[in-house]
């Protein structure tokens, strides 16, 4: 079993004026910076970074507005920005096409890059049947503004302004604006780097490939989808973010309900509508949700467990092994909560 991790995670629960990368090492369970960036778009954020994915040039890792390439030494870096960037969750390099996929989830879209970090076309996510969706949080939108005290509608949206609190722009129906305008609404001279998207419609969190197929993994309709063939491939998923390849065996994690799944013998994109996926409750949805997944070894799963908010602040987010050939969470490594609470992407480096 390897024992070389790396973790993105973010203060999750606090500001920080740093974005981290910790190293995880299973023998002696030992936590450690493996390094360190000062969130200079914000200024302080409670993500830090988010995905991170291995590429020919080194490790891929993403921020809410930037894309940052960081050496296999992890001794230096290259940063890119753009306007149109906006919570962006993942970026994925492709052999086959030599282009960046990169999972713009506040503007609910594919950005595609060449090979030197240029624009080359953005792919837009919303469908006919999403527009259903648009239409119930523009009424939720319209009645929160009308009917301040109602909190029935949202969780808690003052916790949600104050974490924002940097996002100071604000788009007038979003939602409708990227289903019937999407040109016109992306050509705008806004900055959407600091406006403030959500609620987002479908969510795009996670690219996988497949030979000449990238499949994304889309949190609120709960789908693990073609951006080209627009083939749904899963559905009926709580919450999905990971959706990734190793070894043919394709990982799931469910934000919404705590629990991760696999299914082995994975060798195209189609054969998973007919895939035996194993699922393993690895924690209470209430407490913590699932970001984060990593085959170690050919028993062993890692899943990152995240804290929420509205749990007392002495609960530390957390790593799960997951036995495959048993199903159930073997062990439990806490993550010290100075470190941060919010980890969101694991990767095997040994």
């Given at each position: 079993m390897t024992s070389k991790i790396l973790i993105t995670i973010g203060g999750g629960c606090y500001f920080s004026s740093h974005m981290s990368l910790l190293s995880f090492d299973l023998d002696n369970e030992q936590f450690d910076i493996a390094f360190s960036k000062e969130n200079n778009i914000y200024g302080e954020s409670t993500k830090g970074f988010l995905g991170l994915v291995e590429s020919p040039l080194g490790y891929l890792i993403t921020s809410e507005a930037q894309i940052h390439i960081l050496s296999k030494s992890l001794l230096s870096s290259q940063s890119f920005t753009y306007k149109f960037l906006n919570d962006a969750h993942y970026t994925h390099w492709s052999d086959y096409h030599n282009k960046y996929f990169v999972a713009n989830t506040g503007l609910d879209t594919i950005e595609v890059l060449d090979k030197d970090m240029r624009p080359n076309k953005s792919i837009h996510l919303l469908q006919q049947k999403d527009l259903f969706r648009i239409l119930a949080q523009t009424a939720s939108s319209i009645k929160q503004k009308i009917f301040p005290r109602d909190c029935s509608l949202t969780i808690n949206p003052t916790l949600e302004d104050i974490r924002y609190k940097k996002l100071s722009k604000k788009i007038i129906l979003p939602g409708l604006q990227k289903y019937f305008l999407p040109a016109l609404f992306r050509a705008r001279s806004i900055d959407f780097r600091f406006a403030f998207m959500r609620p987002h419609v479908v969510h795009p969190n996670y690219i996988c490939e497949f030979d000449d197929d990238i499949l994304v993994t889309l949190k609120n309709p709960g789908e693990v989808r073609s951006i080209y063939s627009k083939q749904i491939l899963l559905k009926g998923l709580k919450g999905p973010h990971d959706g990734c390849l190793r070894n043919n065996t394709y990982l799931l994690t469910e934000s919404s309900n705590g629990i991760v799944s696999w299914a082995d013998n994975i060798h195209r994109s189609t054969d998973l509508k007919s895939a035996n996926f194993k699922r393993v409750q690895v924690c209470d949805p209430k407490?913590?949700?699932?970001?984060?997944?990593?085959?170690?070894?050919?028993?062993?799963?890692?899943?990152?467990?995240?804290?929420?908010?509205?749990?007392?602040?002495?609960?530390?987010?957390?790593?799960?092994?997951?036995?495959?050939?048993?199903?159930?969470?073997?062990?439990?490594?806490?993550?010290?909560?100075?470190?941060?609470?919010?980890?969101?992407?694991?990767?095997?480096?040994?």
């Open positions: 407490k913590g949700f699932l970001r984060g997944v990593e085959l170690i070894s050919d028993e062993h799963l890692l899943v990152a467990v995240s804290k929420r908010r509205e749990v007392q602040d002495d609960q530390p987010a957390w790593l799960a092994l997951i036995n495959k050939k048993i199903g159930f969470v073997e062990k439990k490594y806490e993550i010290p909560y100075e470190l941060g609470t919010n980890p969101f992407s694991i990767l095997k480096i040994d």
